[in-house]
């Protein structure tokens, strides 16, 4: 006869290990600009969805995106629902931090964006920013066995210096001021910097990269920003997602570098990560 304890050990064991895993995806998808000719958004969005088909992440954030590319991509899933808000007048216009989730695994409890500024509650430039960018974040709830979560979403400016380092100081005061039950974040985007930055590193006291995290890489080394330029290795890796220490375990992490007839669907690479909630 089996040890009833020892049984119960190895089911506890069993649903600890795989239970409490989820994926998550990030990807500049590259707005649409007609000028883009082979890389405009018509050739090569269906790629690009399949693309996200075949990873089925549970939750998945994007950068650039208009709001007729987020609709596209929503109806080329299945079960997912996604929010957020244009950079330019906080509706619908500009390009979107979007937060997209698979509705049968979890629960939008709450959810809000902010601009990245002096003045956050409204469409707002600031510093030497070149451009209003903005931060999307939710607070999720698992339905399994409701585990509660943030996730932020960002894209931080291209030009200015000091606008992406007072970005990184102001999401991490909001992120402090929000969580005050001390639940585990999630912070994901395109931060057009490298590792070594001062904001990079400013994020990292409290964050880990989950890049660096895991032994588990399939791809190498490689950059995230291609350039739609399948010739040459990317070098630059700008895109991340970023764990509260101590409270998730980083399972995998890859740069996906698929291409099709020797095109990119996308001007940066996705960054995916499978996380487990720390028991």
Not at 132 to 161: E, S
Not at 202 to 210: M, P, R, V, Y
Request: charged content about 25%; some cysteine.
């Amino acid at each position: 006869m089996k040890n009833p304890i020892v049984l119960c050990l190895l089911i506890c064991y069993v649903q600890t290990s795989f239970a409490q895993s989820f994926d998550l995806l990030t990807y500049n998808i590259k707005y649409d600009n007609p000028r883009d000719s082979l890389n405009n958004w018509d050739n090569r969005k269906d790629f690009l969805i399949s693309q996200l088909n075949f990873y089925a992440p549970d939750i998945f954030g994007t950068q650039e995106g208009l709001k007729h590319q987020l609709h596209d991509i929503k109806n080329g899933l299945k079960d997912y629902a996604f929010f957020g808000v244009g950079r330019d007048n906080g509706d619908e216009e500009g390009e979107f931090t979007a937060i997209f989730y698979n509705m049968e695994k979890f629960t939008l409890l709450f959810e809000d964006t902010f601009w990245l500024s002096k003045t956050p509650e409204k469409p707002s430039k600031a510093w030497d920013a070149a451009l209003p960018r903005i931060c999307t974040y939710g607070l999720f709830k698992t339905k399994k066995d409701n585990r509660q979560f943030y996730v932020f979403n960002t894209h931080f400016d291209h030009v200015g210096v000091e606008a992406r380092e007072e970005s990184a100081k102001l999401i991490l005061n909001k992120i402090e001021e929000l969580n005050s039950n001390d639940l585990p974040v999630i912070l994901m985007g395109d931060f057009n910097l490298e590792s070594t930055s001062e904001a990079i590193q400013n994020i990292l006291k409290s964050f880990t990269d989950t890049h660096i995290k895991t032994d588990i890489k399939e791809q190498g080394v490689y950059g995230t920003f291609n350039r739609f330029d399948t010739t040459v290795a990317a070098k630059r890796r700008i895109d991340y997602i970023f764990i509260t220490q101590n409270s998730l375990d980083v399972l995998k992490n890859s740069i996906l570098i698929e291409s099709m007839d020797g095109r990119y669907p996308s001007d940066h690479f996705p960054v995916y990560s499978e996380l487990k909630f720390k028991d």
